[in-house]
C-alpha cells in the first residue's frame, strides 16, 4: 500500500506530462474531425452523386474498422507505403481525425438536415450564393445544435486516445504502462492513469458545456 | 484461382481469429445488456443509495478508456491476488463497460416514458408489477433500441482491444501475421473488412429488428 | 332516476400536497345514473378531487364508499380492485402509445380481468364501435386525431364495465372542431343511464347534461345546485358569473 503510494506519488510528473500530449491528441483529432466533419456533411447533404458516393465509403469504413486495426493499417502500413514519415504522435492526430471526422460528418449531416428549409432559400433569396448561405447561414446553425453530440464524440476520442501507445505514442497510457511494467504496482498505476482521464473527460464536458450556454440563442434548445 | 501461401496462411489464422473474436462478442453483448437493463433501472426506480451507486457505476466505466480497465483487470488485479485469464478479463471488461453505455440508453427510454401512461394503466387497475410488464417495458425497449444497438457495433469493434490483454482474436492473428511477413498494409486491410462485414451483419439485423418492431409515434428511424 | 344508496360517495376528503391544502373537505354523492358537472377556477382542485376518486392520488383523510360499502385501502390490492370499478377519462387521454385502438381497449380486459385474447377483442371492438370507431382500431395513437384519441380512452375505460366514470376535463387538449364528437359520445352515455361526474368547461354539457353543478374553489365547493337554481336569469350565483364568462369566450370564438 505505502509502496504504492510512493510510486504513483513518483511517477505522477512524469504521467502529467503524459496527459499534456493526450490533451494534444484530443485537441488536434477533434480539430482535424471538425474540418472533416464539416466538409463531408455538406458533400454529403449538397453535393453531387459521385461526391455522395465517396462521403457514403468514407463514413462507411471509418466508423466500422475498429481504432486498433486503423492505427496498425495506417501507420505500420500505409504510411510506411506511401513514404510519409509521421511520428507516432501526428500519426495518431491523423487516424483519430478521420475516425472521428466520419462520426462528425454524421452528426452535422442530421444537423443541417433538421433545418427548416426555409432557411437556404431565404438566404438565397436575399443573394447570397450557395457556398455563401452555407457558410454564413447554414453552419452556424449547425455548429450550435451539434454541441451535444460533438461533446459526447469528444469524450469518446479521449478515450481512444489511449490507444495511441500501441505505435509508441507516449501520452498517458504509454508512460503508465512503462512504469507499471518497470516497478510492478501495475494497479495503482492504471487506476492513477483512469483517474486522469477521468478528470480530463470531466474538464473537456464543462468546458464545452460552458460554450454551449455562452453561445445559446432562443430557439435552439437542442 | 489459387490463393498464395501467404493468403492462405493468413485467411486460415483470421478465420481461428474471428471464432475466437464471436466468442468473445456475443457474452459481452448478452452481458452488458443485461447489466444495462439492470443498472438503468435502478437508475430510475432504485432507491437513493442504490441509485447512486449505480449512477457512479456508470459515471467511471463511461468517463475512462477500456483500454484502462482491461489492464486494470488483467494486469492490476493480480496485485491482490485476482487472476483472470485473458478470455475472461476481456470478457468481463466488454460486459461492465458496455453495461455502463447501455444503462444509459435504458435511462433515457425510462425517462422519456410519459407520466400518463402510468397514470392510464394504474387508473384501470393495474398493479404497479402489471404496469411495469405491458405499459413501461414494451414502450422502453422501442426508445431505447437505437441506442443499445450502436453500442452493440462500438462493442464488436471494441472487442479488437482483447489482443492488448493478450486474448488472441482476429486483430492479434492478424498482428502476428503481419510481424512475421511484415505485410501490414494488405493484413490490415483484410482484418478491416472482416470487421466491416462483421458491423454490417450487425446493423442490418439490428436496423429488421428496428422496422419490425416499428411503431407510429416512437420516432425510430 | 336517482335511487337511494349512492353509487360512490365521497365524505370529507382532504389532500395537501407538500403541505399546500388543495382539498380541504370535500363531500358529495353520486347516484345511480346522476351526472354531476365540477367547475371553477382552475386550480380550485377538481382534478385532484377526481384523482383522489379513483385513488391515483390517495387522499390523507376522508371516507369513500362504493356501492355502499366503505372503501378501506389496507393492501395495494384494494386499491386494484377499487380502481377497476370506477373508469378515468383524463385531458390528455393517456392512451398506450405503443398499442393500437383496439389493443388499447383490450389490454386491460386480457391482463386484469384475464379474459381470453378473442373475446376481448371481440368486447374491444363492441365498445369501438359505441364511440363510433370501429374501422380504427388498427390505428397507433400517433395516427388518431386528438378526439379519436379521446373516444378510445372513454371505449377503454367503458370496456371495465365500470360502475362510475370521472371524467377529468375531457375536451381540453382538443382542437374546437374536434370536441363535439367526443360530447356526442358523453351525451350518449348519459342517455344510456351512466353514471358520471365530469369536470369541464363545456358550456353546452354544463347546461343540458348536468343533473347537479358542483362549484369549486380553493379545495371547497362553495355552491351547488341544479342548473335550472344556479343558471336561471340574474341569479347572483357564482356559478352563473363563471358560466357568464365561459360564455364570453365561447361566442368571441
Known amino acids: ?222 | 484461382m489459387e490463393l498464395s501461401p501467404f493468403y492462405q496462411e493468413l485467411i486460415s489464422s483470421l478465420n481461428r481469429g474471428l471464432l475466437v473474436s464471436i466468442a468473445l462478442i456475443v457474452p459481452s453483448v448478452l452481458g452488458g445488456i443485461v447489466i444495462g437493463i439492470l443498472a438503468g433501472s435502478v437508475r430510475v426506480f432504485g432507491v437513493p443509495w442504490l441509485r447512486k451507486a449505480a449512477d457512479g457505476y456508470a459515471a467511471i466505466f463511461r468517463g475512462t478508456p477500456l483500454v484502462v480497465q482491461l489492464f486494470i483487470l488483467y494486469f492490476g488485479l493480480p496485485n491482490l491476488g485476482i487472476y483472470f485469464t485473458p478470455y475472461w478479463a476481456a470478457v468481463v471488461g466488454f460486459m461492465l463497460c458496455s453495461g455502463a453505455y447501455q444503462s444509459e440508453y435504458v435511462r433515457g427510454a425510462l425517462l422519456s416514458i410519459k407520466r400518463g401512461q402510468y397514470f392510464g394503466a394504474l387508473s384501470l387497475g393495474f398493479s404497479g408489477v402489471q404496469t411495469i410488464v405491458w405499459i413501461i417495458i414494451p414502450q422502453a425497449v422501442r426508445r431505447a433500441l437505437h441506442g443499445c444497438g450502436n453500442e452493440i457495433i462500438y462493442l464488436i469493434k471494441y472487442s479488437s482491444l482483447a489482443y492488448i490483454v493478450t486474448c488472441i482474436e482476429l486483430t492479434g492473428e492478424g498482428k502476428t501475421i503481419a510481424t512475421e511477413y511484415f505485410r501490414f498494409t494488405e493484413v490490415f486491410l483484410v482484418i478491416g473488412v472482416y470487421y466491416l462485414v462483421l458491423v454490417s451483419i450487425a446493423s442490418m439485423i439490428l436496423k429488421k429488428i428496428e422496422t419490425k418492431w416499428h411503431i407510429p409515434g416512437f420516432g425510430l428511424h | 332516476m336517482p335511487q337511494d344508496v349512492p353509487v360512490l360517495s365521497v365524505k370529507n376528503i382532504t389532500k395537501s400536497f407538500s403541505g399546500v391544502p388543495i382539498l380541504k373537505g370535500v363531500s358529495l354523492e353520486l347516484r345511480e345514473g346522476e351526472i354531476k358537472i365540477l367547475i371553477g377556477p382552475s386550480g380550485g382542485g377538481k382534478s385532484t378531487l377526481l384523482q383522489c376518486m379513483n385513488y391515483l392520488v390517495a387522499p390523507d383523510q376522508g371516507q369513500i364508499w362504493l356501492d355502499g360499502e366503505e372503501i378501506c385501502i389496507t393492501k395495494k390490492r384494494d386499491v386494484y380492485a377499487y380502481r377497476r370499478r370506477v373508469g378515468m377519462i383524463f385531458q390528455d387521454f393517456n392512451l398506450f402509445d405503443h398499442l393500437t385502438a383496439i389493443d388499447n381497449v383490450a389490454i386491460a380486459l386480457r391482463k386484469i380481468k384475464k379474459i381470453s385474447k378473442k373475446e376481448a377483442l371481440i368486447r374491444a371492438l363492441k365498445e369501438l364501435e359505441m364511440v363510433g370507431l370501429a374501422d380504427k382500431g388498427h390505428l397507433y395513437p400517433a395516427e388518431l386525431s386528438g378526439g379519436q384519441k379521446q373516444r378510445v380512452a372513454i371505449a377503454r375505460a367503458l370496456a371495465m364495465d365500470p360502475e362510475v366514470l370521472l371524467l377529468d376535463e375531457p375536451t381540453s387538449a382538443l382542437d374546437p372542431e374536434l370536441i363535439g364528437e367526443v360530447i356526442a359520445v358523453i351525451r350518449a352515455l348519459a342517455n344510456k343511464g351512466m353514471t358520471m361526474i365530469l369536470a369541464t368547461h363545456q358550456i353546452g354539457l354544463i347546461r343540458n347534461l348536468a343533473h347537479e353543478i358542483l362549484f369549486m374553489e380553493q379545495g371547497l365547493i362553495v355552491e351547488r345546485g341544479t342548473p335550472g337554481e344556479l343558471l336561471s336569469r340574474g341569479n347572483p350565483s357564482r356559478t352563473q358569473g363563471f358560466c357568464d364568462r365561459l360564455n364570453e369566450l365561447y361566442d368571441e370564438n
Open chain 1, 1 to 222: 500500500m505505502l509502496e504504492s503510494l510512493s510510486v504513483i506519488k513518483a511517477s505522477l510528473p512524469y504521467l502529467l506530462q503524459g496527459s499534456l500530449l493526450t490533451v494534444g491528441i484530443v485537441i488536434g483529432a477533434m480539430l482535424f474531425g471538425l474540418l472533416l466533419g464539416l466538409a463531408g456533411a455538406v458533400g454529403l447533404v449538397y453535393g453531387n452523386r459521385l461526391v455522395q458516393v465517396v462521403l457514403d465509403f468514407y463514413v462507411w469504413f471509418f466508423r466500422g474498422v475498429p481504432i486498433l486495426v486503423l492505427l496498425f493499417l495506417f501507420y505500420f502500413g500505409l504510411f510506411n507505403y506511401l513514404g510519409l514519415n509521421f511520428t507516432a504522435f501526428v500519426s495518431v492526430i491523423i487516424i483519430l481525425g478521420m475516425v472521428t471526422g466520419a462520426y462528425q460528418a454524421n452528426i452535422f449531416r442530421g444537423a443541417i438536415l433538421s433545418l427548416p428549409r426555409g432557411q437556404f432559400k431565404a438566404a438565397s433569396a436575399l443573394g447570397m450564393s450557395d457556398i455563401q448561405a452555407i457558410v454564413t447561414i447554414i453552419l452556424p446553425q449547425v455548429l450550435r445544435i451539434s454541441i451535444p453530440a460533438w461533446t459526447n464524440e469528444f469524450s469518446i476520442v479521449l478515450k481512444d486516445s489511449a490507444l495511441a501507445f500501441v505505435i509508441g505514442a507516449p501520452e498517458i497510457m504509454g508512460r503508465a504502462q512503462f512504469i507499471a511494467s518497470r516497478t510492478y504496482q501495475h494497479l495503482a498505476i492504471y487506476m492513477t492513469a483512469g483517474i486522469l482521464y477521468f478528470f480530463l473527460t470531466w474538464i473537456g464536458v464543462s468546458a464545452l458545456a460552458r460554450l454551449e450556454k455562452k453561445i445559446r440563442i432562443p430557439g435552439y434548445s437542442c
